[in-house]
């Protein structure tokens, strides 16, 4: 059984900064793409950033590679997403995403909240 797990989301106050973690199990993590989306309230899904399996590839989504910037251990099986200098508008359920040929799986989402 697959699972994507999330961990790091919370309460931040502007500027700040948090350091999201995807633990994976089930899955041969070295052979997937792996990918942070997020969902703010109201709006669509969309993408944060995405690392191919070697982690020699990286795209991010517009207007998110000045402050975010993703990363995996393929030894821990893990993606993290390092957020920096948070805004109001960065409010959002992230979810971890796993992309392999026609196999692609989802984490349930951490949410991340950035409020004075």
């Known amino acids: 059984q697959v699972q994507l797990v999330e961990s790091g989301g919370g309460l931040v106050q502007p500027g700040g900064s948090l350091r999201l973690s995807c633990a994976a199990s089930?899955?041969?993590?070295?052979?997937?793409?792996m990918s942070w989306y997020r969902q703010p309230p109201e709006k669509e899904r969309e993408l944060v950033a995405s690392i191919t399996s070697a982690g020699g590839s990286i795209n991010y989504g517009d207007s998110m590679k000045d402050r975010f910037s993703i990363s995996r251990d393929n030894a821990k099986r893990t993606v993290y997403l390092q957020m920096n200098s948070l805004k109001p508008e960065d409010t959002a359920v992230y979810y971890c995403n796993a992309k392999w040929r026609q196999l692609n799986y989802w984490g349930k989402g951490t949410l991340v909240t950035v409020s004075s």
């Open positions: 089930g899955l041969t993590f070295s052979w997937y793409e």
